[in-house]
């Protein structure tokens, strides 16, 4: 067997294919279309750098020390329900938002979640220990409790 180097092909392709969605995109444009109407050949997507509002973007978090925020917890079942609880008593107004240290009642908002946390234990029964069971009944409990008391006053 020869040690010769695999034979590299480029597919130049790709180039007419960007250019193609750059023409549809301004054609769209022009016809007060996104460019999400137009059809494209494949799946990929063109992200618009133009279009991100880079004032928006909070280069203090992307800048920030990692030692700032202290360790960040191994990623789990209970970390993920702990952050989406978290999210949800915010959005009820219960705890402040640590951004603005307001606190804001988000009703909307809080069901999405409270509802999210319920996909997400339908989906995983019959895959989680007891104790993430447990987790899940007493915090969907909570949050729904929670969650009246918060309808009742607004």
Do not use: C
């Not at 790709?14 to 769209?28: D, L, M, S, T, Y």
């Not at 909070?58 to 789990?76: K, L, V």
């Not at 509802?115 to 069971?133: F, M, P, V």
Request: without cysteine; glycine residues 2%.
């Amino acid at each position: 067997m020869p040690d010769s180097e695999p034979e590299l092909i480029v597919d130049s392709d790709w180039k007419a294919q960007v250019e193609k969605e750059k023409q549809q995109a301004a054609a769209a444009k022009d016809a007060g279309k996104t460019p999400s109407d137009e059809p494209t050949d494949d799946s990929s997507a063109v992200v618009d750098t133009d279009a991100i509002d880079t004032d928006a973007i909070d280069t203090d978090a992307i800048d920030s020390d990692p030692a700032d925020h202290g360790p960040i917890p191994p990623a789990s079942l209970e970390v993920l329900l702990t952050t989406l609880y978290s999210q949800t008593m915010m959005s009820l107004g219960v705890i402040p938002n640590p951004s603005t240290q307001q606190a804001k009642t988000d009703l909307p908002m809080a069901k999405h979640f409270i509802d999210t946390i319920e996909i997400l234990q339908t989906k995983t029964t019959g895959n989680t220990s007891d104790d993430e069971s447990k987790m899940f009944e007493e915090i969907l409990y909570n949050l729904r409790m929670a969650y009246v008391q918060m309808s009742k006053n607004s």
